[in-house]
């Protein structure tokens, strides 16, 4: 580290301020105290908190909130930072708006903090029991800045964005009571306890900080609950909303897998950690996309027609509920140590989210295939896809997938034009999952399949049921549970794919062939192929090294591949192949034509720009493919087929 050397006069202030500093310029109103650490104490008395979400058209939510207090003078209020499963700063404080604070019948001032913008402080008056704040959330009204969270059909409300709360205390020891005002005949879906709902006023039972910011709700006009596990031990339940109501009526006869779902991670499991769960899921092209786990519930939407298109609906959509499902053993339940922070403003590391996103990934695509969610084919063509494109990817040549870990800390779901370079938050899933399956299989076969990852889920996930108090975990806890499964060198087996870096690092795709296959290329790829990846027609990543928009701009391009030699880049539209006006079609019969020898010629643009880009390329069409193994064992077929027990 570089050392500091301070001017004189800088060192002199320095040392003349007082041990306990305060915080403030002299451009500020008054001294600030220092923000206060949280404590494990509870707060004096219920926080209530009303959300009024019937502004539908201008999506602006108001909140209120009375929050008693015990004493006069300094206080400070927080504006949740670190938001549940963002791993990131997140919290959207630029949409807060008109923040007021009153006490006894008068405006109490607040001044934010110079150094942490997400708190506030104030002085409370004496002689007063509690104090108001209400503010205005001003959720978006396009997806051009971020995801719309209120349509005039529907709204997802997820509370941590709609609270202050105080400085000093422990989220879990702060109690709040809620309630919402949703439009005139809207219904809901959460995982509070409902006290009341009338004249479309929900009142919820008293939960803690941490709880509420972790139970979102789904709410809407087209509306509908559905029971996944009748007469089940804890109750399952999934709530759909839609664009239109029509979309409602398919929903029963899709079912089945669903409640196959909540059977094959029973099997998987053992327990549940959950007194009961909420699946909540929007079936829109109108509200904003998301896929966020939580404890009792997770927040998922599909295509608008995802139940009424079952067939057609894409593979991304049908693993989603399995995956966030799958977190609330991994990711809530059992949580990495250092993600288990004491409020909501204590920043979190990520250390082991290839543990708790990458094996959750895992388990959610085994999940999705053993309840038929998702058919065997599909899942196959998937991992095929994935274990090309890490094959591929040269970006571990100076990052370790360890690294990519901090990806939402370094900027949270920030896109790159070199993606396959520079590597990505995507990676500690996928990638990891590939690790996963090289675990799984590792243990099947030196057990000669006696013992797998499943045994690990079990011992490691189904300590408890009906518990969803979290549960602390380390790398080493990990590395101990594996060896009680199979003893093994297993810190540096993970070690080893975790820390690979340089020009020698490989992608961990030895799961593949201990699971009774080998990746391949074709030159057509099959219907199940096609159906994952219904862009398979304008998918060029694994020939020429790039992919093409519907428009024929290239989105994302290889590095090191043909296309990158020849200096593409995203942004640039093909014109023409080999003279003729560029069609995907065309591009494919060009590099079909082009294993003849002689170069594929591409007319490109980008706005006023025009080149000519001949690409020296023969290997033909190539999409991944995984062929078995002649005299193996189907592992692959055996860890996605549904369980019995």
């Known amino acids: ?39 494990a104490q509870p707060y004096p008395g219920v926080i209530r908190h009303h959300v009024d979400a019937t502004d539908t058209e201008r999506k602006i939510i108001r909140v209120r909130q009375t929050i008693p207090v015990a004493q006069a003078g300094p206080m400070v209020l927080l504006y949740p930072k670190y938001l549940p499963g963002n791993h990131a700063p997140t919290g959207p404080i630029q949409l807060v708006a008109g923040v007021q604070v009153g006490a006894g019948g008068q405006r109490v001032e607040w001044v934010r903090d110079p150094l942490d913008p997400y708190a506030f402080h104030i002085e409370v008056p004496a002689g007063v029991s509690e104090i108001e704040v209400s503010f205005d959330y001003l959720s978006q009204v396009s997806t051009s800045q971020w995801r719309v969270m209120m349509t005039p059909e529907m709204l997802n409300l997820q509370f941590e964005k709609l609270m202050l709360y105080p400085a000093g205390y422990q989220h879990d020891g702060i109690m709040v009571q809620t309630t919402v005002r949703l439009p005139d005949g809207w219904n809901y879906g959460v995982a509070l306890d409902t006290e009341a709902f009338s004249g479309g006023e929900a009142v919820f039972a008293p939960i803690s900080v941490e709880m509420l910011a972790d139970s979102p709700m789904f709410a809407g006009t087209h509306y509908r609950v559905f029971d996944l596990d009748p007469n089940g031990r804890t109750p399952v339940n999934m709530h759909v909303m839609a664009d239109e109501a029509s979309e409602l009526d398919a929903v029963e006869e899709r079912l089945a897998p669903f409640r196959n779902l909540v059977v094959q991670a029973d099997r998987l499991y053992g327990v549940r950690p959950f007194d009961r769960y909420e699946f909540l899921v929007a079936a829109t092209s109108r509200l904003g996309g998301v896929g966020l786990e939580h404890h009792r519930s997770s927040e998922n939407t599909v295509s608008a027609d995802f139940f009424s298109s079952w067939d057609t609906a894409s593979y991304g959509n049908r693993e989603l509920l399995p995956h966030e499902y799958a977190h609330s053993w991994n990711g809530k339940f059992r949580r990495p140590a250092d993600q288990l922070t004491p409020d909501l403003n204590t920043p979190v590391q990520n250390s082991l989210l290839w543990m708790y996103e990458g094996q959750t990934q895992y388990w959610g695509a085994v999940l999705a295939a053993r309840s038929e969610i998702v058919p065997q084919d599909q899942a196959l063509a998937n991992l095929a896809w994935t274990a090309a494109f890490y094959d591929a990817q040269r970006g571990r040549e100076w990052r370790a997938l360890q690294d990519t870990v901090n990806q939402n800390l370094l900027g949270y779901r920030s896109s790159t034009p070199w993606a396959t370079w520079s590597r990505t938050g995507g990676d500690y899933y996928r990638e990891a999952l590939l690790m996963w399956l090289d675990a799984d299989t590792l243990i099947r076969e030196a057990t000669r399949d006696r013992r797998s990852l499943d045994d690990f889920a079990r011992a490691f996930f189904g300590i408890e049921d009906g518990v969803w108090e979290a549960r602390p975990y380390t790398f080493d806890d990990v590395v101990t549970a594996l060896n009680g499964v199979h003893p093994h060198d297993w810190a540096g087996f993970l070690r080893a794919r975790l820390d690979a870096v340089g020009p020698e690092a490989a992608a961990p795709l030895d799961g593949i062939e201990r699971g009774g296959y080998r990746l391949v290329f074709v030159e057509a790829p099959d219907a199940a192929y096609r159906r994952v990846q219904p862009q398979w027609g304008r998918d060029f990543l694994f020939s020429l090294g790039f992919t093409l928009s519907a428009s024929n701009s290239i989105t994302n391009v290889l590095w090191d591949s043909p296309a990158f030699e020849a200096g593409l880049t995203q942004g640039w539209d093909i014109v023409a192949v080999n003279d003729t006006a560029a069609t995907p079609e065309r591009l494919r019969d060009a590099v079909t034509a082009g294993k003849d020898g002689g170069p594929i010629r591409l007319i490109v643009r980008n706005g006023d720009r025009f080149r000519t880009v001949e690409i020296p390329y023969a290997g033909g069409l190539r999409y991944p493919a995984l062929e078995r193994i002649a005299g193996t064992r189907d592992r692959l077929g055996d860890i996605l087929t549904p369980r019995r027990r």
């Not at 060192?11 to 915080?23: E, G, M």
């Open 1 to 39: 580290m570089k050392r500091l050397i301070l001017p004189a006069c800088a060192a002199a202030l320095l040392t003349a301020l007082p041990a306990a500093a305060q915080v403030g310029t002299p451009a500020l109103p008054r001294d600030l105290p220092p923000i206060p650490a949280s404590a």
